[in-house]
């Protein structure tokens, strides 16, 4: 049995007992806690050889008392888990010194792993970073989201943030590119010093972009647009100024276009050095009601009233795919406090607004209606005039057309509502239990 022992500090009585049993059946030896007081007497009395500690015990924030506990105890390893996933904890959890911070739910194969590499990790005595900033209200936060992927590139930010690497940020337009470069710029040790954006608007003309201020961070916005002589200049930039930090953005993979000549091969290995990726927002729909709502608190900048979202209007929010991201659901929760008569937003008043942009940006060319006629017409009109000149009265169409209808209507009303038959009653406005015998007349899978 290994003699490395785990001090584990846990509120969550369930949680404890599920850890400590996996690191003891790992061959560690546990000493576990609800007390942050116990916690900070064991590791000031010299026990233990790393820790693993929930961000609140009790009403106890763990980041007050780890900066003195890391300075009594430099070569001990903290992993920090949290269930409050924001980008301000995990930074937060960097910039104190922690080994590393997992997010819950977690792997718990990932967090033996993870305790097994802090306790192989070479020791350090290094400085602190700063005291934590004080805990904000995620509509504050530069970047919101609790989901996988959004706890990755919280990941790869935190990583990189007190660093000085070139970091390239690819995504789709409106996925928060701009957003998460001045994270890590505000985040990171060079947040004191200047945030200088170039656009391809400032690189016009044949004079060399001006000289940034030293310590400053470069963000180069939608590199992949820029021409030949545009990613000369900046080139040229990045040679006068060797101590400056570069941040890129692209809404095109630049590696394709090193492929395809048209991205210049040594301008794109100054900037990748490190490669961060930032989800579409239809990759990431667990976001959407919390990112709804912290918009709509953003609102408020714009003199806008305060409103609410209804259950299912958040149901409607999350089901559609959002083609423009964040930015789109932005454009839509503005117009919708500004616009919507009552104080909360209705799912009527979401479908309108979304409904109106696809019409006014031409994916809707024709209505519903338009487009059943049609389909109608391919599918039903061969056996209605097969059948015309029959005698037999026994006919299904109608029938058949209805649950060929109802079927996919309720199914999509449960995938929006997730599983929920009642707010999915009452999204379609029928009686509850007119809802469970249709989905048991047409066998629906409910699952």
Same mark, same amino acid.
């Given at each position: ?32 806690? #609800?007390?942050? /007081? ?17 961000? +609140? ?5 763990? +980041? ?44 718990? /194969? ?18 602190? #970073? ?33 660093? *000085? ?25 060079? !947040? ?5 954006? %170039? ?16 310590? #400053?961070?470069?963000?180069? /916005?939608?590199? !992949? ?18 101590? %400056? ?17 048209? +991205? ?9 050095? %490190? ?9 990431? @729909? ?20 305060? @409103? ?6 958040? /149901? ?7 083609? !423009? ?45 338009? *487009? ?51 707010? #999915? ?23």
């Amino acid at each position: 049995m290994s003699e490395k022992t785990i001090l584990l500090a846990e509120d969550d009585a369930s949680i404890r007992l599920v850890v400590s049993q996996t690191l003891i059946s790992a061959g560690f030896q546990v000493r576990a806690t #609800a007390s942050p /007081d116990a916690l900070e007497r064991w590791v000031r009395g010299g026990e233990g050889d790393a820790v693993v500690t929930d961000v +609140f015990l009790n009403d106890t924030e763990i +980041f007050t008392r780890l900066p003195s506990l890391k300075l009594a105890r430099p070569e001990l390893p903290f992993i920090v888990m949290s269930a409050q996933n924001t980008i301000l904890t995990a930074a937060t959890a960097a910039e104190q010194g922690a080994y590393e911070y997992l997010p819950k739910p977690f792997d718990i /194969d990932a967090l033996v792993d993870t305790v097994r590499r802090a306790l192989k990790a070479p020791k350090s005595s290094q400085d602190l #970073a700063p005291a934590s900033r004080q805990t904000a209200n995620d509509a504050t936060l530069p970047l919101i989201g609790r989901s996988d992927v959004m706890q990755e590139v919280y990941r790869i930010m935190t990583r990189v943030m007190s660093t *000085d690497l070139p970091i390239l940020i690819e995504g789709e337009a409106g996925t928060g590119k701009s957003l998460a470069a001045r994270a890590i710029h505000d985040l990171g040790r060079r !947040g004191e010093h200047a945030f200088h954006a %170039v656009t391809k608007a400032s690189l016009s003309g044949n004079s060399p972009l001006p000289t940034p201020p030293v310590g #400053a961070t470069v963000f180069l /916005d939608e590199v !992949g647009d820029y021409s030949s002589a545009e990613q000369a200049a900046v080139l040229d930039l990045l040679d006068r100024c060797p101590g %400056v930090r570069v941040i890129a953005s692209s809404r095109k993979p630049l590696l394709a276009l090193v492929d395809e000549g048209a +991205f210049r091969n040594d301008l794109y290995y100054k900037l990748a050095v %490190v490669r961060l990726a930032m989800p579409a927002l239809r990759d990431r @729909k667990s976001d959407i009601p919390e990112l709804s709502k912290a918009l709509i608190l953003r609102a408020g900048a714009h003199g806008l009233p305060p @409103k609410t979202l209804e259950p299912a209007a958040i /149901d409607l929010l999350s089901a559609y795919d959002w083609p !423009g991201n964040v930015r789109e659901l932005e454009s839509v929760i503005l117009r919708l406090c500004a616009l919507a008569p009552a104080t909360a937003i209705s799912a009527a008043d979401v479908e309108r607004d979304v409904r109106a942009d696809s019409v006014a940006s031409g994916e809707v060319h024709e209505g519903l209606e338009a *487009d059943i006629d049609a389909l109608l017409r391919r599918s039903v009109m061969g056996t209605l005039m097969n059948t015309k000149d029959s005698e037999d009265e026994s006919g299904r169409v109608y029938q058949d057309v209805i649950e060929q209808v109802e079927r996919p209507l309720i199914s999509l009303a449960l995938q929006v509502t997730s599983g929920n038959k009642v707010r #999915a009653a009452s999204l379609l406005g029928v009686n509850r239990n007119t809802l469970r015998a249709k989905i048991n007349g047409l066998g629906i899978d409910t699952d």
